[in-house]
């Protein structure tokens, strides 16, 4: 069983940044494939951003150029950093671990774009 805890989230005025943090229990977190997900109110959850074990990371295109993921196998850690953050990446981001097929879900973190 892998626990997944999201952390970083918060209050933040467009154009500024946060970082991420999701960390994980258990064994063989570097063989999973980490991605986040955001909900926001109303809409569907939808996929941000994924890294794989050896490293290749995928964006939605909503993304690309502004978020950065990144993962240290040592902690055991998957980080999201958010640049030039807009009032419509408002809403709850969510960490997902990946391993055969089984898939492991963190608890969120809300993040709020706002002046």
């Known amino acids: 069983q892998v626990q997944l805890v999201e952390s970083g989230g918060g209050l933040v005025q467009p154009g500024g940044s946060l970082r991420l943090s999701c960390a994980a229990s258990?064994?063989?977190?570097?063989?999973?494939?980490m991605s986040w997900y955001r909900q926001a109110p109303g809409k569907q959850r939808g996929l941000v951003a994924t890294i794989t074990p050896g490293g290749t990371t995928i964006y939605a295109d909503s993304m690309k150029g502004r978020f950065t993921i990144s993962r240290d196998n040592a902690k055991n850690t998957v980080y999201l950093q958010m640049n030039s953050l807009k009032p419509e990446d408002t809403a709850v981001y969510y960490c997902?671990?990946?391993?055969?097929?089984?898939?492991?879900w963190g608890q969120g973190t809300q993040v709020t774009v706002s002046s």
């Open positions: 997902k671990g990946t391993f055969t097929i089984r898939e492991y």
């Open positions: 258990g064994s063989f977190f570097s063989a999973y494939v």
